[in-house]
Each structure stands twice: as structure tokens, then as C-alpha cells.
């Protein structure tokens, strides 16, 4: 197959790019470069999306086209330019288009209104919503939920890796019951080639099915070889203590408030399993983590508690 990949220099897109040339695509990368570099051995073609004429370098015709953007006016143009010359096209969306957190177990839903405002920050589901509809429904659209592993900056996984090798007594949130979904982006990356080359269409939540956070946490200490010592801390009390959910700067990654967003992380993805998505353990995507943490000298920063944060909060606790 001749693939494109418009970015490829950066996480899911680097990890699907890296993927298909091990497959034995033909592969095109184009993006701007300035995330990263593309895996070694594909063509890369640097352009900028956001300006008429950008496809002129790109030559030929592609069987499947993989996008992850978010901005709807450079997927339209992607959409527009490249018409008569793909084969599928496949879109690597959100599990952030949906309306309704509150209920658990849901599958496929309505989406929100879709939005193309692309200067507002906070408008990311919307505009995804936008850019699914732009590509149409002939296209595979990728739901991802949350993407860990590998190469991961955001520092939601990264952090729990982080902190459950450093050892000591370690805070965490809500309870062992509370339940959490992810995906590893190699995973993710898989399926995705895999459904865009047997062209499935339509949209698809690609996660795991919900688990327990108190599983989650034992995975990880299973992968890195440690006993945790876990000290764990109710909504109240973080609520109380300005800790932030989710991510970013004092927050406790993974964790969210309820019943608000009761259903963010309890998604039933049982028909994208069924077309293929396989999850592997929490283990091994904790202890590849890891050495990739080790190998790259990435400093987790982004999301979390820092040391001290975390010690006057289990003083606090205890």
C-alpha cells in the first residue's frame, strides 16, 4: 500500500507511520516538522498545511490517508486537495466529541454540535465533531480515548509510571473501584491501519473496556517490579486541597470528578474490539514506558504532583 500520513512526526501519528513502513507500505509523511522527526526510512515531505497550494510537493495517489489534525480548515483543505486520489481516508478523532459524561456504559452516541472555531482552546471536541464531518462518513473515524505508552508527553500515564518507581508511600485518587480506560498507542496504531485497510467506516471508540483504578495501579507496579505502597485519598479530601483532576500542573492524573464525568472513562468499546482492537496488558506498556522515560531522559513534568505537593498532602491525609 502507498500510505500518507499527514504528520507522522509526533506519538500516534509517528507510531502509525512507523508501523505501515514495517509493514511494507510505501510511506509519506508530510507535516511541518517541527514536533519531531519522522520514523527513520519513509519519505518525508515537509509542507504547511495551513497554505493554499500545500499539496503541490505530494505526487501520486494514496490507498489510505491517516489524519490525527484538529483544526477543521486544514482538513478540509487536505479533503479538498487531495480529491480523486485516495483510496480510504481514516481519522484519528475523540472520545471528547460526546455530549453526555454522566452515564456509564454507553456506546456510540450523538456528538456535540460541531464547531469550527479554531482559535479557542477549549473548543477541541467541537471542532473534531467538525473535522469528522468534513471527512465524511465513507471514513473510518478513530475515536481514541486516552492514548498512553511510548513517547507519551502528556504525562498522564507517564506520571503513575514515574512515581510507582520512585517508591514510598504514594497519594492516589478516589478508590481502587473507580474505573479508567486507555490505549496503548502502539494498539492504537495497529487497529487503525489494520481498519483502514480493510476499509471499515464510521465511527469507532478505540479504548479498553473500563477496569479499576486499583488495577490499573497494580499493572504498573507488576511492569516496573515493585509493591506500592498506595495511600488513597476520596474526592472530598482532593477537592478540598485544590488538586486538580485529569491533568496539568497539582493535579492527579486520570482522575476526574463526579458524577459529572462518571461516564468519560466507562465506555462500552466492546464492537471495536470485536473488529479487532487488541489491549495489551497494562504490565508491559508500564515497563516499556518506563525505559523509554530511562532512554529519552524525558522529565515528567506536565501533569502531576510534584514530591512536595505530594508529601503535605499525605501529611494532611494521615
Known amino acids: 500500500m502507498r500510505t500518507l500520513v499527514l504528520g507522522g512526526t509526533k506519538f500516534l501519528s509517528r507510531e502509525i507511520a512507523r508501523q505501515a513502513r514495517d509493514r511494507g507500505h510505501e510511506v509519506v509523511c508530510a507535516a511541518r516538522g517541527l514536533a519531531g522527526d519522522p520514523p527513520p526510512d519513509v519519505e518525508f515531505v515537509r509542507v504547511d498545511r495551513s497554505e493554499d497550494g500545500w499539496l503541490a510537493p505530494l505526487e501520486g495517489s494514496f490507498d489510505l490517508v491517516v489524519d490525527v489534525a484538529r483544526h477543521p480548515s486544514v482538513v478540509r483543505r487536505a479533503v479538498e486537495e487531495l480529491a480523486g486520489r485516495v483510496g480510504h481516508w481514516a481519522f484519528v478523532s475523540t472520545c471528547s466529541v460526546y455530549a453526555d459524561f454522566g452515564e456509564v456504559n454507553q456506546k456510540l452516541h450523538d456528538p456535540l454540535p460541531a464547531d469550527a472555531d479554531e482559535n479557542d482552546p477549549e473548543n477541541y471536541g467541537p471542532a473534531k465533531v467538525a473535522c469528522e464531518q468534513i471527512v465524511g462518513d465513507g471514513a473510518l473515524l478513530v475515536r481514541a480515548g486516552l492514548i498512553v505508552g511510548p513517547e507519551d508527553q502528556s504525562d498522564r500515564f507517564t506520571y503513575w509510571v514515574e512515581r510507582l518507581a520512585r517508591g514510598g508511600p504514594v497519594l492516589a485518587p478516589g478508590s481502587p473501584a473507580d474505573s479508567v480506560q486507555l490505549v496503548d498507542v502502539r494498539d492504537l496504531a495497529a487497529w487503525t491501519l489494520d481498519a483502514g485497510q480493510a476499509g471499515l ?28 505502597e498506595l ?72 501533569s502531576g504532583l510534584t514530591p512536595d505537593e505530594e508529601a503535605e498532602l499525605l501529611r494532611l491525609l494521615t
Do not use: C, N
Not at 478505540?206 to 506500592?228: C, D, N, T
Open 201 to 228: 467506516a464510521g465511527p469507532y471508540d478505540a479504548i479498553s473496556m473500563p477496569f479499576g483504578r486499583g488495577e490499573l495501579l497494580a499493572g504498573i507496579a507488576e511492569g516496573l517490579g515493585v509493591e506500592p
Open 231 to 302: 495511600v488513597w485519598a476520596d474526592q472530598e479530601f482532593l477537592t478540598e486541597h485544590k488538586v486538580e483532576p485529569w491533568m496539568g500542573p497539582r493535579s492527579l492524573p486520570m482522575w476526574l470528578p463526579l458524577p459529572e464525568y462518571a461516564g468519560f472513562l466507562v465506555r462500552d468499546t466492546s464492537a471495536t474490539l470485536a473488529a479487532g482492537l487488541r489491549i495489551r496488558p497494562g504490565a508491559e506498556t508500564a515497563r516499556d514506558t518506563l525505559t523509554w522515560l530511562r532512554d529519552s531522559g524525558h522529565t515528567v513534568s506536565r
